[in-house]
């Protein structure tokens, strides 16, 4: 079965039926520009859908649906609501709707003749960067197209990409009193892709009666991961580390980052959170 979907994912553009290519059915969004050459618009599909093979072939389908465009940009939502919504931090200052919306865009189709480009971008956490929308981050996974290989996530577990999960950050509160230390979380991954019986496993926090404040967010966070549907349940184990540095993260009030284990392609094993500290 997997050399068969590797060998039709590599056929995505030219051979393979739409019925042999599991593209998932969209709805189209706002449509940002509309041109003989360019096309910029939003799309949604649900959220069980955002896996590379799909994904691959779903962009098949939108190349051959506009094969004259030399530029095709389509943003990818799992809500249509937000698919359809008029971002106005693209004119002026972004709002916290912006920010709610944009958070639900989970891929990207990019074609571009002039460039040479041609792939699919698998965004787990979309946020708002007005210098680089939307900004990219090192966890994102990049499929260039055609394929020759079944594509992998640069985050994923047992072959199941992780998908999505809210932004990690410092609690304000935590900062402002100067809570630091380890939150060791364990759960389990649902066939269907959900988080379940996230529960604490141990925590090492300084000082220890402001615990609470990284164990509850840490808690939240693991809530929200979600990865694609598989055929069991898989077992999680991860480090959330908080840490107060000095001299100030660059750039702003809270740096993340996530640090893998051993093997390519699997979860991590570890998310350090850099916060500066508040007076």
Same mark, same amino acid.
């Given at each position: 079965?997997?050399?068969?979907?590797?060998?039709?994912?590599?056929?995505?553009?030219?051979?393979?039926?739409?019925?042999?290519?599991?593209?998932?059915?969209?709805?189209?969004?706002?449509?940002?520009?509309?041109?003989?050459?360019?096309?910029?618009?939003?799309?949604?599909?649900?959220?069980?859908?955002?896996?590379? /093979?799909?994904? $691959?072939? +779903? !962009? &098949?389908?939108?190349?051959?649906?506009?094969?004259?465009?030399?530029?095709?940009?389509?943003?990818?939502?799992?809500?249509?609501?937000?698919?359809?919504?008029?971002?106005?931090?693209?004119?002026?200052?972004?709002?916290?709707?912006?920010?709610?919306?944009?958070?639900?865009?989970?891929?990207?189709?990019?074609?571009?003749?002039?460039?040479?480009?041609?792939?699919?971008?698998?965004?787990?956490?979309?946020?708002?960067?007005?210098?680089?929308?939307?900004?990219?981050?090192?966890?994102?996974?990049?499929?260039?197209?055609?394929?020759?290989?079944?594509?992998?996530?640069?985050?994923?577990?047992?072959?199941?990409?992780?998908?999505?999960?809210?932004?990690?950050?410092?609690?304000?509160?935590?900062?402002?009193?100067?809570? /630091?230390?380890? $939150?060791? +979380? !364990? &759960?389990?991954?649902?066939?269907?892709?959900?988080?379940?019986?996230?529960?604490?496993?141990?925590?090492?926090?300084?000082?220890?009666?402001?615990?609470?404040?990284?164990?509850?967010?840490?808690?939240?966070?693991?809530?929200?991961?979600?990865?694609?549907?598989?055929?069991?349940?898989?077992?999680?184990?991860?480090?959330?580390?908080?840490?107060?540095?000095?001299?100030?993260?660059?750039?702003?009030?809270?740096?993340?980052?996530?640090?893998?284990?051993?093997?390519?392609?699997?979860?991590?094993?570890?998310?350090?959170?850099?916060?500066?500290?508040?007076?």
């Amino acid at each position: 079965m997997r050399i068969l979907t590797a060998v039709c994912l590599a056929l995505a553009f030219n051979m393979c039926t739409h019925a042999d290519c599991p593209a998932p059915q969209y709805r189209l969004g706002a449509v940002w520009v509309d041109s003989k050459s360019d096309l910029i618009e939003n799309i949604s599909i649900p959220l069980r859908d955002f896996i590379p /093979s799909k994904l $691959v072939c +779903l !962009a &098949g389908i939108l190349k051959e649906k506009h094969p004259d465009r030399s530029h095709l940009v389509v943003n990818i939502f799992s809500s249509h609501k937000a698919a359809r919504y008029s971002m106005g931090f693209l004119i002026h200052e972004y709002t916290g709707e912006d920010v709610q919306m944009i958070a639900q865009m989970h891929a990207e189709y990019i074609f571009d003749a002039e460039r040479h480009e041609n792939y699919v971008e698998l965004i787990p956490i979309s946020t708002i960067h007005l210098a680089d929308f939307p900004k990219r981050e090192p966890y994102d996974t990049r499929i260039d197209l055609p394929v020759s290989a079944t594509p992998q996530c640069h985050l994923e577990m047992n072959g199941r990409c992780l998908i999505t999960l809210d932004s990690v950050g410092y609690p304000a509160e935590a900062l402002k009193v100067h809570v /630091s230390g380890t $939150v060791t +979380l !364990a &759960g389990t991954i649902t066939r269907g892709g959900s988080m379940k019986d996230v529960r604490l496993s141990d925590a090492d926090v300084t000082p220890s009666a402001s615990k609470d404040l990284l164990v509850n967010d840490a808690l939240l966070n693991l809530k929200t991961w979600r990865l694609e549907p598989g055929q069991r349940e898989d077992p999680v184990h991860i480090v959330y580390s908080y840490r107060i540095v000095n001299p100030p993260v660059v750039g702003g009030t809270v740096r993340v980052r996530f640090e893998p284990p051993n093997v390519q392609f699997e979860l991590p094993n570890e998310i350090v959170i850099e916060g500066k500290s508040v007076k």
